[in-house]
């Protein structure tokens, strides 16, 4: 499994909820979910993603996303300045008859007065929201490597109005297939449809994550780049396909197809690490979701799983890297806050 697949893999849609609401101008609506992750794609109108925090407002047109790093609210408003009712995406987003505020959004079904064949009227904004809960250590990781605000721009603007001024690839190839998809998918009313919108809002991240990756001009996380690489790349992915091996730079240099010191001085050119350090670290990522997601796996279960024989040697490891034992870090992250409720994405038309 290559780095972003592993990275990824926990960040997922699961049990959307959708609907439509119609608003006339001035309208704004803010997002009070606390999720460490939003994907918003606007799939006709326009409006402006206004974060928290003293970073810059971002203007969205049709068929452009951007990803929002929380825990911070934001808010997507007509015109920057408008003021912004809280909105917990799930509550308030979902049909009046599975508990939404018809009143605060102004819920409509498809089709009724003012509309015809369920299209809204000139000027409406389409909005699908999909908020992230990502859990655990690994997905983490991947959180770490973004920028509060990633705009993916529809044209292929470098995207100098991301919060952090970095610029962004342009749309297009398969991120505007998604996005007809999700139009198409909105638009009817069909058993499945919360499944089929739950994959295509990860299809939509995963493409929206790969285009900012790859902008020109960008700072991507230095393992994107490197698992392009013949060699580190090869590298990389046998660490994480087999972390529990008991892999030396010798090992994986046989396996890779070049010497030990040119994978040693390659790997950490790219990395920024080296070979056995990024190991290291990979494993305690493992097995801190481990001790987490495996309440009645011992210490030594988990050492185990991870590629150490030794728990005592383990345990040392663990609290080199994470600052506390393995103990310690199960029972305080067991104490800790409450997790952010699953990912309920939301198909809001103002």
Not at 40 to 60: D, K, M, R, S
Not at 294 to 299: G, H, I, Y
Not at 310 to 332: Q, Y
Request: hydrophobic content about 45%; charged content about 20%.
């Amino acid at each position: 499994m290559d780095v972003f697949s592993d990275l990824i893999r926990g960040v997922r849609a699961h049990g959307s909820l959708f609907g439509s609401t119609a608003l006339s101008p001035p309208w704004a609506l803010r997002f009070v979910d606390g999720a460490p992750l939003t994907l918003c794609t606007v799939l006709g109108g326009a409006g402006w993603i206004v974060p928290e925090g003293g970073h810059p407002p971002v203007a969205l047109r049709s068929r452009e996303t951007v990803i929002v790093r929380g825990p911070a609210p934001f808010a997507f408003v007509d015109e920057v300045g408008t003021a912004a009712e809280p909105l917990a995406c799930g509550e308030h987003c979902a049909t009046p008859e599975h508990g939404g505020t018809r009143h605060r959004l102004g819920w409509h079904d498809p089709g009724g007065p003012g509309e015809a064949d369920g299209v809204a009227g000139a000027g409406a904004t389409t909005l699908i929201v999909g908020a992230y809960p990502v859990r655990g250590e690994i997905s983490r990781r991947l959180l770490d490597a973004l920028p509060v605000v990633l705009h993916v721009p529809a044209d292929g603007a470098d995207g100098a109005d991301t919060a952090d001024g970095a610029g962004a690839a342009g749309g297009g190839g398969t991120g505007d297939a998604v996005l007809d998809h999700l139009a198409a998918e909105v638009a009817v009313d069909a058993p499945g449809q919360q499944v089929v919108l739950d994959r295509l809002l990860d299809w939509m991240l995963v493409c929206t994550l790969r285009e900012w990756f790859d902008r020109p001009g960008g700072e991507p996380p230095a393992w994107w780049a490197a698992q392009r690489d013949p060699v580190v790349g090869g590298a990389l992915r046998l660490l994480h396909a087999e972390p529990a091996e008991p892999w030396t730079v010798a090992a994986l240099a046989r396996r890779t197809g070049v010497s030990r010191s040119t994978l040693a001085k390659r790997f950490a050119d790219l990395v920024g690490e080296p070979p056995l350090t990024y190991l290291t670290r990979w494993r305690m990522t493992l097995a801190a979701d481990l001790l987490v997601e495996r309440a009645d796996a011992t210490v030594a279960d988990v050492a185990r799983t991870v590629g150490y024989s030794d728990a005592f040697g383990f345990s040392a490891a663990f609290k080199r890297v994470r600052g506390a034992n393995p103990s310690e870090f199960r029972r305080t992250t067991a104490a800790g806050p409450a997790a952010v409720p699953a990912a309920v994405p939301a198909a809001v038309r103002v």
